[in-house]
Nanobody, 123 residues
């Protein structure tokens, strides 16, 4: 089992930055694909970014160039650096861990989920 706890959410003005953290316990994150997802009110949960191994990353078009996913295996933590935030980035952000044997591009590829952290971007 992997337990994931997100932190770092909050209220920020448009154009600002936030860094989300996802701390894991139970197993080392280096064994897993890691992903960040988000869900806005009334919308489906969507993929934001993923990281496979140490360096292979993927970003949704809506955040490409603004968000950066990274992992620190020594700290068993995954990060999402968010810059140039827009009001449409407002959502609950979830961290997830999934098998390294899966592509890691869909919700179904992820087995373990955090409780989420709220990000609100004001205009």
């Amino acid at each position: 089992q992997v337990q994931l706890v997100e932190s770092g959410g909050g209220l920020v003005q448009a154009g600002g930055s936030l860094r989300l953290s996802c701390a894991a316990s139970g197993r080392t994150l280096s064994w897993y694909n890691m992903g960040w997802f988000r869900q806005a009110p009334g919308k489906e949960r969507e993929l934001v970014a993923t990281i496979k191994g140490g360096t292979t990353t993927y970003y949704a078009d809506s955040v490409k160039g603004r968000f950066t996913i990274s992992r620190d295996n020594a700290k068993n933590t995954v990060y999402l650096q968010m810059s140039y935030l827009k009001p449409e980035d407002t959502a609950v952000y979830y961290c997830a861990a999934g098998s390294a044997f899966q592509p890691g591009r869909t919700i179904d590829d992820y087995r373990f989920w955090g409780q989420g952290t709220q990000v609100t971007v004001s205009s």
